[in-house]
């Protein structure tokens, strides 16, 4: 691809969706652009169409005018990580060490992966049949076949489900664009040459399917479904697979090889029965095995019993029950320490995604060491499986089918009132984590939430912003179960106070469709509280906004403001104010952007000293007078933001706020870079990298290093390998593989 055309397909993809700093600088830079062009003032690109019309714009004004070309190559240089081959992934999780005759479906999914062309396999089955283990099994045993990553993804919300492949295929965060239709055209381009398996595990529609669907020939898709998903195999053409329960032959087999035939041979009749019972089904089998293994010295004639007594506990009850995954999980509960067995109702009471010990410690109020152990315990017989290390430690979760039973019996031994203690509990935990995480990674920020005072007297948890973020990304999913569990139980403080703690999450590392419905319950929670109000619709207009929902963005702002304005407020409505602003810089109406940032320029400077947000107002104004600057360089009136962002400069020096003074002087290198051309970007970047000199490496230094480059590549210095492995050097510390990777690519090319 040329470097035009290859500007012009970042610049598009970055309008699609990008947040982040890199993504405003790339959108601000793409608006003044499209100014220049017959695109004009029509404002940022609605759709895929438009993006297409716009991109050939570019490239014709591109074609037509070198110094155009350069600006363009130089706004998207470094920034194409989207399109970059990000190393392999490999996320097929390892399932179970006793798989056991199911020759027929491996050698299936072999005969498909044979097919040229696009290849689909629909391995169907009823809970507890390996479907999931089949699919693992089989790409784990055929990693040669698919040298570009095996990728794992447990299937939910579409657009959430294909942002989780797409980040394991190397795009950032803040750089996955923010509609379905936009990430599947973008994961169909990122696939089209590589050689990949992509399991889909448990399905339940079509809709959940088809963005993964490619007519790239290397990719290969498996995916697992309690039952055949409509269309999938009529309409798609994917090859069906249907498990059914195994053997007596085979299921003997399996349990024999996890108890050993001594065992099974000296009570041959029990050993019998117990097969008999769990009826082919393989995840019974294996949870009852495990169950053995941890009781070498139970007999199997207890376990006969024991079935025995599960039956009458069920007669003329709702708990009757012959599915063999709950009759095995009966047991292993059965068999539990009463502190395990504790432990285990109480973390089942909710669909909690993950558990960590720390959650498990809050929901049982014993110690995070006690419940490690005690988790460790479940593990051990299969009531719970165990994940990777992550956030807060080595992670937990319940199969489905497993959780349900324990939920029941959680009814039955503890009761209702105490199962809702047990939430509150939890959701209480998970409120603590995120206020500390979300402190750690945005402190300069006005908090409403009664816990954030006691964050500023202690020491940190979290060392870095970096690691507070990471551990808010690993705990977003049981975060969004929090915020649900918190309006079950009609805890509306709870919830608003953990949708103001997700802020950091959501602004940092994205996640948008996920926030989307917790603020909108934030915003019903807040109720007669303004304020509280004000900062939760605050918050759904700008996930609103980066999703590129413009006019519900904008009605949600124009609210505040007006809510603001009502009560007096003069600090709250000159940042709803300001928000309207940047919604308009966001669309490319640069003029309206401007006149918006006056006027919270102008509410701002009315602020008396005894009155509310008084304290804000410095730090507001070299914002604001940042924000005029980028409307201003919207409009090509570079040499007025030019004077504006100096002003702001020297405010933001004033305050030592050096983030935003980079940030300043960064869009200070892009006015001149469209003004004068590479040249003269080169020393407000110089100096944009001396301020940091005294800072360590970050993102934000490893951004700045890459525009540097960019401009010494359009000028033909030989610096700008310099400051590429300055840049590779920080990603590599960060430990961000794609950007990383993107460097060493960027390296190559300068041979």
Same mark, same amino acid.
């Given at each position: 691809?040329?470097?035009?055309s290859l ?11 990008a947040?982040?700093e890199?993504g405003?600088r ?7 652009l499209a100014?220049r062009?017959?695109w ?5 690109p ?12 570019l ?9 155009f070309a350069?600006?363009? %190559?130089?706004?998207a240089?470094?920034a194409?990580?989207?399109? #970059? ?8 999780p ?9 020759? &027929?479906t491996?050698s ?8 040229p062309?696009? *290849? ?5 089955g ?16 055929n ?11 447990e299937?939910?919300?579409?657009a959430?489900s294909?942002?989780?492949?797409l980040r394991?295929?190397g ?9 379905l ?11 089209t ?14 809709a959940?399917?088809e963005? =993964? ?15 055949p998903v409509?269309?999938?195999t ?11 329960e ?5 299921a003997t087999?399996?349990? $024999?090889?996890m108890?050993?035939a ?5 009570e041959l009749?029990?050993?019998q029965?117990?097969?008999?019972r769990?009826?082919?089904?393989p995840?019974?089998l294996?949870s009852?095995g495990?169950? +053995?293994?941890a009781?070498p010295? +139970? ?5 006969v019993?024991?079935f ?5 506990r ?12 709950r ?17 285990? %109702?109480? @973390? ?5 995604p ?13 110690s ?7 988790l ?5 017989v299969?009531?719970?499986? $165990? ?6 430690g080595?992670?937990?979760? =319940?199969?489905?089918? /497993?959780?349900?039973?324990?939920? *029941? ?7 209702v009132?105490?199962m809702?203690? @047990?939430?509150?509990r ?7 984590f995120?206020v500390? #995480?979300?402190?750690?990674a945005l402190?300069?920020?006005w908090?409403?939430?009664p816990?954030?005072?006691?964050c ?9 912003s970096k690691?507070a ?17 918190? /309006?079950d139980?009609?805890?509306?403080e ?10 950091a999450?959501?602004?940092?590392v994205?996640?948008h469709?996920?926030? /989307? ?6 915003? %019903?929670?807040?109720g007669?509280?303004?304020?509280v109000?004000?900062?939760?619709? $605050? ?14 963005a904008?009605?949600e =702002? ?27 810089l %966001?669309q ?8 918006? =940032? ?9 602020i008396?000293?005894?009155e509310e947000?008084?304290?804000d107002?410095?730090?507001a104004?070299?914002l604001?007078? &940042?924000h005029i600057?980028?409307?201003l360089?919207?409009?090509?009136? &570079?040499?007025?933001?030019?004077i504006?962002?100096?002003?702001a ?17 960064t869009?200070v290198?892009?006015a001149?870079?469209?003004?004068d ?18 800072q360590?490496?970050? /993102?934000?230094q490893?951004e ?14 030989p ?10 050097k920080i990603?590599?510390?960060n ?10 690519a ?6």
């Open positions: 691809m040329d470097p035009v500007a012009v397909g970042v610049v598009m993809t970055v309008i699609a969706g947040g982040g890199v405003r790339l959108i601000d830079g793409a608006g003044g100014r062009t017959p004009g003032r029509r404002g940022v609605r759709n895929a169409e438009e993006r297409q019309e716009l991109g050939r714009a490239r014709r004004r591109a074609q037509a005018d070198p110094g350069r600006e363009l %190559r130089v706004l240089y470094g194409a990580s989207r399109l #970059a081959q990000a190393a392999a992934p490999q996320t097929l390892l399932l179970t060490t006793h798989f056991t005759n199911r020759t &027929h491996l299936s999914c072999t005969e498909v992966a044979e097919r062309g696009p *290849r689909t396999v629909e391995i169907t009823p809970p507890g049949i390996g479907k999931s283990a089949a699919g693992a099994e089989w790409g784990l045993r990693g040669e076949r698919f040298p570009d990553g095996r990728i794992w993804i299937l939910g919300d579409p959430e294909l942002g989780r492949c394991q295929l795009v950032q965060p803040d750089e996955l664009p923010v509609t239709q936009d990430r599947t055209d973008l994961y169909r381009t990122m696939v040459d590589r050689k990949l398996l992509i399991v889909l595990d448990n399905a339940g529609s079509l959940q399917i963005p =993964f669907l490619t007519p790239a020939a290397g990719v290969m898709i498996i995916v697992t479904a309690r039952r409509t269309g999938l009529g309409l798609r053409g994917a090859h069906p697979v249907p498990l059914t195994l053997s007596p032959q085979s087999e399996l349990l $024999t090889l108890i050993g001594e065992r099974a041979t000296a009749a029990a050993f029965t117990v097969i008999s769990l009826r082919g089904s995840e019974a294996c009852m495990q169950h +053995l293994m009781e010295g +139970l007999p199997l004639s207890e376990i019993r024991e025995a007594d599960h039956d009458r069920g007669e003329g009850q709702a708990m009757t029950d012959d599915d063999p995954v009759i095995a999980a009966d047991a292993a509960y059965r068999a539990l320490s009463p502190e395990a067995a504790r432990v285990c %109702r109480t @973390v089942a009471v909710r669909p909690w993950s558990l960590s010990a720390a959650a498990a410690a809050a929901a049982a109020g014993i995070e060491g006690e419940a490690r152990l005690l460790a315990e479940l593990a051990a299969r009531l719970l499986e $165990t994940g990777p290390a992550e956030g807060e080595r992670r937990y979760r =319940f199969r489905d089918t /497993v959780r349900q039973y324990v939920e *029941r019996v959680a009814q039955r031994e503890d009761g009132q105490a809702a203690q @047990v939430v509150r939890t959701v209480r935990h998970y409120l603590s995120a500390e #995480a979300d402190y750690c402190p300069d920020r908090h409403l939430g816990l954030y005072a006691r500023k007297e202690r020491d940190r948890k979290y060392p870095t690691d973020l990471e551990a808010l990304r690993a705990e977003r999913d049981s975060l969004a179960e929090a915020v649900r569990a918190a /309006v139980c009609g805890e509306d709870l919830v608003w106070q953990l949708c103001e703690a997700m802020w999450l959501h602004l940092k994205g996640f469709q996920q926030g /989307v419905p917790a603020l909108l319950e934030g915003v %019903r929670a807040a007669r509280q303004p304020q109000a004000s900062r939760m619709r $605050t918050h759904l207009a700008f996930l609103l906004m980066w999703r590129g929902q413009y006019a519900d904008q009605r =702002f124009s609210a505040v403001a007006a809510a603001e304005a009502a009560a007096g407020r003069k600090r709250g409505y000159a940042t709803a104010v300001e928000s309207l602003g940047l919604l308009c %966001r490319w109406h640069w003029e309206e952007a401007e006149r918006l =940032f006056r006027e919270a320029l102008e509410t701002v400077g009315t008396g000293a005894d947000g008084r304290a107002v410095p730090r104004r070299a604001l007078a &940042h600057g980028r409307a360089r919207g409009q090509g009136r &570079h040499e007025e933001a030019i504006q962002l100096q002003d400069r020297r405010q933001l020096r004033a305050l030592d706020d050096r983030y935003n003074e980079i940030r300043v002087l869009t290198a892009e001149r870079l469209a003004m051309g590479a040249a003269a970007a080169i020393g407000p970047l110089d100096d944009a990298l001396a301020a940091m000199a005294d360590g490496a970050g /993102v934000q490893a700045v290093a890459v525009l540097r480059a960019g401009c010494a590549h359009e000028l033909g210095d610096a700008e390998e310099r400051y590429l492995r300055t840049a590779l990603y590599e510390g430990g961000d593989t794609a950007a990383a990777d993107r460097m060493r960027q390296l190559d090319a300068l041979g």
